[in-house]
């Protein structure tokens, strides 16, 4: 029998999870609309299976919101809106193209982080 936490991990689609966004739906970033629309638009492009969104307070941005970031990439977008989420969906989480005019900072965070930063410590 799966514990309650194989059961979520199903349920959140998490093993078969391959971007997920972070989207500010604090005050000042508003995001909650942008969120929804988010989910709508990468359900209607077949996405449900492999992109994930979690609304979260404060990125520690908040200028210029709707606020959210893309990992694995670390591709971070400003100015969000219901209306421009689909651009975002159909050009970066359907075919990988960031949209560069939205994004203002790159961080990916992958395992050369890591290794690098095991390096130093070590
Ligand atoms: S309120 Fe959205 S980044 Fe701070």
Known sequence: ???????????????TMQRHVLVCVDD???GGKVAKALRRSIAAHGL??????????????CRKGTIAVVYPEGTWYAGLAAK???????EHLLHGRVVEEMVFHRNPLGASCLTDRAVRTG
């Open 28 to 30: 000042d970033c508003g």
């Open 48 to 61: 449900r299976s492999t992109v994930s969104v979690a609304k979260v307070d404060c990125l520690g941005i």
């Open 84 to 90: 421009n989420v689909d651009r975002l969906v159909s």
């Open 1 to 15: 029998m799966a514990s309650s936490l194989e059961q979520r991990t199903s349920k959140a689609r998490i093993d």
